[in-house]
């Protein structure tokens, strides 16, 4: 570290505004480019659209980046050289610093442990969360593409799958709707809020099917 710090931060430097330079430059030339295709013009018609590649090809766009980029590139020059000195000061301030990480080498890892933590409480929260959402058993309703009359089933009516005949030849189906509910369950007084003491039609219960596991984590 005390011999690579100087180097590291000085080739940062010169890397940003190389970038900032080369981004310049060929903003403008693809700027000019695209200018001498439309015969001269900046904008012949300019219109808000979802494409890309229609600000892509306007000589406007090249220009305002490379305005933009040129004038980044000004600033950051300005600001180092009028930071030059107090630069130095910090590189020597960094290099001394960088002496007491090497008598504590081991204090370098010491962030990667609360990282690693935090990942591991990301991932215990994405796979229960994953758990909740899809605890229980498949639902699935009735649905159809049109309005159908005299239908033999309801739009929204709960259905098995495995059992579906679609006998009043509409273009319905019988479509996977959530997780939770039991489908031979009264689910109209579920949804209605009408609790009972059975734990099989609780919506609470059902909704999570574990409620000792979703209580604790809560």
Not at 12 to 35: D, K, N
Not at 121 to 133: D, E, F, R
Not at 173 to 178: A, I
Not at 202 to 214: E, I, M, Q, V
Request: proline share 4%.
């Amino acid at each position: 570290m005390r011999w690579l710090a100087k180097p590291i931060v000085w080739l940062a430097i010169v890397l940003f505004i190389l970038l900032l330079a080369i981004g310049t430059g060929l903003s403008f030339f693809e700027f000019v480019q695209l200018r001498e295709k439309n015969d001269n013009e900046i904008v012949k018609e300019f219109k808000f659209v979802a494409d890309a590649n229609y600000y892509r090809n306007l000589p406007l766009t090249w220009l305002i980046l490379g305005i933009i980029l040129a004038l980044l590139l000004i600033i950051s020059l300005l600001i180092l050289l009028a930071l030059f000195k107090r630069l130095r000061i910090a590189l020597a301030i960094l290099t001394e610093a960088s002496k007491a990480v090497g008598y504590n080498f081991f204090s370098l890892f010491w962030p990667f442990i609360p990282f690693l933590l935090q990942i591991g409480v990301l991932a215990y929260w994405a796979v229960l969360a994953v758990y909740l959402s899809t605890a229980g058993q498949p639902i699935y309703r009735v649905a159809f593409n049109e309005t159908i009359e005299n239908a033999t089933h309801d739009a929204g009516q709960i259905c098995d799958p495995k059992k579906w005949n679609n006998s009043d030849g509409s273009k319905g189906d019988c479509v996977f709707w959530e997780y939770g509910y039991d489908p031979d369950l009264d689910l109209d007084s579920i949804l209605n809020g009408r609790r009972t003491n059975d734990k099989r039609i609780d919506p609470f219960y059902l909704k999570t099917r574990h409620g000792k596991t979703f209580r604790s984590v809560y």
